[in-house]
């Protein structure tokens, strides 16, 4: 059987066909439209072509920024702004005659990684997307959990577990109109603003990580209280939700020393007296997105 999934990007849609075992069989790329009407022109033509190479499809998965309000059906938070709004999944089905399914890129990579990933074997798997942003998807035995407000694992706008004024730093406010938030302090941004604003530096994360790494005291040790920080996130995480595997992906999910550093440190914090989480890198990386989207379609997947 061959499944396909669209990832439906800011700058670009790409769709991938994946055959039953994950293996990669046809991937295309088109520029993602700015307005709503030739993004639906878009999509058809996308999946004209691509049934032109691989041969029809009944369903597709969509995995993109934002998710579809269980109250009104309409995409809510996209960074496509112009998809905010409209009813993207009946829209879609209706121009192309085929069931839609779609989930936020989170939770497409969190399935991703949870069918055939870094996750595979684990009934219960929490990815987290650790870049610009701070996302989160949990899956429970290869299926997607949604939740009443479908915002299950976004653990990123809940307070800093554990903050301390003197210890954790001010942020300021977040966009959410909160303060103190995981994603202040996790983000790729969020790292780089707490860093700059405490030693009144300018510098990007990567440029911090790699000092650390040089042995630089002032950024080894923002990058300590950064694994201290994400154990208490992933500890409040862990004492509700229970997951047999963390998966990683996004920028800092490439900074080797983070697996051990969390594994040792996430122990203080977690109720249990031997925890066996297990933290892992991504396996698929940035194509976690749109293979999650394709796995959505299958048939184990049908009550999403
Ligand atoms: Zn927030």
Redesign the pocket.
Known sequence: MKLVGLDIGGTKIEAKVLDSDGQELFVHRVATPKNYPDFLDCVVDLITYVESKVGNFARIGCGLPGAVSPVTGLMQNANSTFLIGQDVVGDLKQRLGKDVRIANDANCFALSEAVDGAGAGSEIVFGVILGTGCGGGVVINQQVLTGANAISGEW??NPLPGFELEKDGETGP??????H????YLSGTGFAQQYNRKYGKDLKAQQIIELAQQGDSQAKAAFDLYVDQLARSLAAVTNILDPHTIVFGGGFSNVDSLYPDVSEVIGKYIFAAEPRVQIRKAKYGDSSGVRGAAWLVRKQNSKL
């Open positions: 990123g706008h977040c966009y959410c109109g909160r303060s938030c995981i994603e202040q």
